[in-house]
């Protein structure tokens, strides 16, 4: 037998990942359990933790303070700064600490998702600061970063349209599913992972931030989007009782 | 106007209050669509028509009248002071109306009326549509402030602190021997011996944390008549 009849032989007998189910017999639209918290880090304006699964990300917002340096000050509105990182321990190889290109661009990604959901309008000439720590990662960080990030926003007290949710759903070989898993995201079988970042403003019914990586036909898009927006208004539910607790429960 | 927030609920930002076509802005809210959101992490106080929101946490915003405290930060440029108000904004006085006499700065120097680290009781003349804030001190009432601890608090509990008709600070100065001074900025300035100025710090501190709870001022009350934090 030659090597492509067996290669053939191969694919023909494999599962596809539909058949065979996820990897942490999830259903497709299930979320990891998450846990979130708000107020512990006394020295910031706000802050919140927030943990996805085994994903655990920590948001600390400073200000609204003078806009250093002065030449960046936006004479009209807000100036954002959001500063991702990962920890040196939040992975499996240890992550070199410091900016690096990733973060810089995770950075810059979640600030301008933020963006929309704050009323930069009313703080001209000001800045604020988001740093976001990821202590633990298993894929889905900046969906924590900005849930976390947003809930520290809400938490110091700056004006805001809504909270944000975030969601990474994608397609795993043939399914789409909500929630990937770092297992999920490096499954390479058959047609191989995508992955699908989704920030969402549910009052205003609006995507503020959406990326894609890897392959996916139009059609399988429309329905990931789809199930994201639902798994963000889950999500966004469980962030308003994360608020209205802290300040009830006193 | 239908009504959808209930009295004493905790809203997040986004959340609804009310709907109808006749809603009004109010601070701390916004308008999307025909419905009033909720801005802000707040509390609900609700009597019939007329809604009003509590912040819970947030930082300072100049309003033209308010009343607050300072520290002289810069005085560098010729006629101006620059002013510290715990804001992510600067405040400048200029010399014309840091006082209601005249003040003669070539004779004696900037210094001589305000100097570094001076802690000032203010009003907030002007503020214009880029931030820049204007002060005064010509008006009765407003002065330098000289000793005492400078205190930070939440501005949005600064109602809370003063009281109906100013109760309780006039309680708590009473009770600790002390002289307080609240700006809306969220500053106090107590002025007393160290004991006493403690006992009022952990008094504003208890305000400052449980001021959306109800029955805070009798709480406040009996904490100061026994003279020792419950």
């Not at chain 2, 209930?6 to 025909?34: F, H």
């Not at chain 2, 330098?144 to 601890?149: E, F, M, Q, R, Y």
């Amino acid at each position: 037998m030659t090597a492509k009849k067996t290669e053939e032989k191969k694919t023909e007998s494999r599962k596809s990942y539909k058949a065979t189910g996820r990897i942490d017999k999830r259903k497709a639209t299930e979320m990891r359990p998450m846990e979130m918290s708000i107020g512990f880090l006394p020295n910031c304006a706000g802050s919140a933790r927030v943990k996805v699964g085994n994903t655990i990300a920590i948001a600390g917002v400073y200000g609204p303070k003078k806009a250093r340096p002065k030449h960046e000050e936006l004479k009209d509105k807000l100036l954002l700064r959001c500063y991702y990182d990962l920890v040196s321990f939040s992975v499996p190889d240890r992550a070199r600490p410091g900016p690096s290109r990733r973060s810089t661009e995770l950075g810059m990604v979640i600030k301008s998702a933020l963006e929309r959901s704050i009323f930069t309008e009313f703080y001209p000439r000001s800045m604020v600061e988001v740093f976001i720590e990821v202590v633990q990662a298993d894929a889905g960080s900046r969906c924590a970063s900005i849930i976390a990030a947003s809930l520290a926003l809400a938490d110091a007290g700056i004006e805001m349209r809504d909270l944000m949710p975030a969601v990474a759903c994608g397609k795993i070989d043939d399914l789409v599913c909500v929630d990937l898993t770092k297992a999920e995201e490096d499954y390479h079988e058959g047609e191989g992972p995508t992955d699908i970042p989704i920030a969402y403003l549910p009052n205003q019914d609006e995507i503020t931030l959406l990326q894609l990586d890897g392959k996916i036909s139009k059609e399988e898009l429309a329905q990931a989007i789809k199930m994201g927006i639902v798994a963000c208004k889950e999500i966004h539910k469980q962030m308003k009782q994360t608020i209205r607790s802290k300040y009830e429960k006193r | 106007m239908k009504v959808l927030a209930k009295e004493g609920q905790i809203l997040c930002p986004g959340d609804a209050i009310a709907s109808g076509e006749d809603i009004k802005e109010i601070e701390g809210t916004y308008i999307n669509g025909n419905e009033l959101c909720a801005s802000i992490v707040s509390k609900a106080s609700i009597k019939g028509d007329n809604i009003r929101l509590i912040a819970m946490k947030g930082a300072y915003l100049p309003y033209e009248g308010d009343y607050i405290i300072g520290k002289i930060i810069d005085v560098n440029a010729p006629n101006w002071y620059f002013v510290d108000i715990n804001c992510a904004y600067e405040a400048g006085l200029n010399i014309r109306d840091a006082s209601n006499q005249y003040l003669d700065t070539e004779r004696y120097g900037m210094t001589h009326y305000f100097s570094y680290g001076e802690v000032i009781f203010s009003r907030i003349q002007k503020v214009s549509d880029t931030m820049r804030i204007d002060l005064t001190m010509k008006e009765n009432g407003l002065m330098k402030l000289n000793g005492g601890v400078l205190m930070p608090f939440n501005p949005n509990k600064f109602a809370r602190i003063l009281g109906k008709d100013d109760s309780m600070i006039n309680m708590i100065q009473e009770k600790t021997n002390t002289k307080i001074f609240v700006g809306m900025n969220g500053l106090a300035w107590i002025s007393g011996k160290a004991l006493d100025i403690k006992k009022a710090k952990e008094v504003i501190e208890i305000i400052d944390a449980e001021g959306h709870i109800e029955g805070l001022t009798k709480k406040i009350e009996d904490m100061l008549k026994k003279g020792e934090k419950k």
